[in-house]
């Protein structure tokens, strides 16, 4: 039922079907000395992992593809020793999901086919649990955190600071203040720094330009209302920003908090652009 990873006598991995008999024995306790193999229809394949523990990977190894089957003749089983090696497992790590069996899976069963009857799609989506309802409210915050990188990514292409008067050290200056405050999702620390700027550093932001604006009336407007300044990315916000899952209206539009982390990390995404162009 999954990959088996056997050793020989050597302890060396092998894809060697045949070891199953020795493997039986072990599990069972007791030797099978007329067992004869019948038919073995079997694969091999090459698997690895990783340990998260040491973070390294494992060696590959090779192994019995599952689907693999192997059929024996004289082989007499009680009930609890089908239970006790479909329970239990052959092979190296079994903890991994390796060395899954069953036995004699297919001898009871009669099997039928009949041509399926065609789906109708339901039109609505029927949010019935409160773990439903949760993990739709959890798709929909996704999907529009998706749209917002996508246009974050095409706004800072197309904004750029203008004018050679604001130095560097003013334009880092703005940088660690953004990150501060994206940290706290509080932006009265970015407008306080606008505020409090000396004379010298003041007429900097009011000499550098954004699309013709200061910079500094550009970053007072974007961190008033930075609900508006994100949703006017959008041609659509009605229909980009607001989305619905099932017939209950699950809903998630654009929060103040969430405009004010996109407003941020513009802010300073522009600011380090603008001291990379500089440095080229």
């Known amino acids: 039922m999954s990959d088996t990873l056997l050793r020989d006598e050597f302890g060396q991995p092998t894809a060697d079907i045949k070891l199953i008999k020795a493997e039986l024995e072990f599990l069972l306790k007791r030797t099978l000395p007329n067992l004869k193999i019948s038919n073995i229809y079997s694969s091999s394949s090459v698997v690895g992992g ?18 693999s089957v192997i059929s ?4 007499e089983l009680s009930a609890d020793e089908i239970q006790q090696l479909e329970t239990h497992g052959i092979g190296d790590r ?5 060395g899954q069996i069953v036995v004699n899976w297919l001898e009871e069963w009669e099997l039928r086919a009949k041509r399926p009857e065609p789906s109708k799609p339901s039109q609505t989506l029927s949010l019935e649990t409160e773990l439903s ?8 915050w996704q999907l529009i955190k998706q749209r917002l990188e996508r246009k974050l990514e095409d706004r800072v292409s197309r904004l750029s600071i203008q004018g050679e008067g604001l130095k560097n050290s003013q334009l880092s200056r703005l940088q660690l203040i953004a990150r501060e405050a994206l940290a706290t999702g509080n932006c009265d620390s970015v407008r306080l720094l606008l505020e409090n700027l000396p004379s010298n550093a003041s007429g900097q932001f009011e000499r550098a330009k954004i699309d013709g604006i200061s910079l500094r009336q550009k970053l ?5 209302h930075p609900v ?9 916000p009605e229909r980009e920003l607001t989305l619905t899952i099932g017939d209950e209206s699950i809903q ?4 103040e908090e969430l405009a ?10 522009i600011a380090k652009k603008a001291v990379k162009e500089r440095a080229l």
């Open 252 to 255: 998630q539009s654009l929060t």
């Open 50 to 67: 990783f340990n998260r523990k040491w973070g390294l990977p494992l060696p590959q190894a090779v192994a019995v593809s599952a689907g």
């Open 72 to 75: 024996f003749k004289e082989l």
């Open 133 to 140: 309802r949760t993990i739709a409210q959890r798709m929909v």
């Open 94 to 98: 079994r903890i991994d999901g390796f």
């Open 228 to 236: 508006q300044f994100v949703t006017s990315w959008f041609d659509r």
């Open 260 to 269: 004010k982390e996109y407003t941020l990390r513009l802010i300073i995404a």
């Open 220 to 224: 007072d407007d974007w961190l008033k």
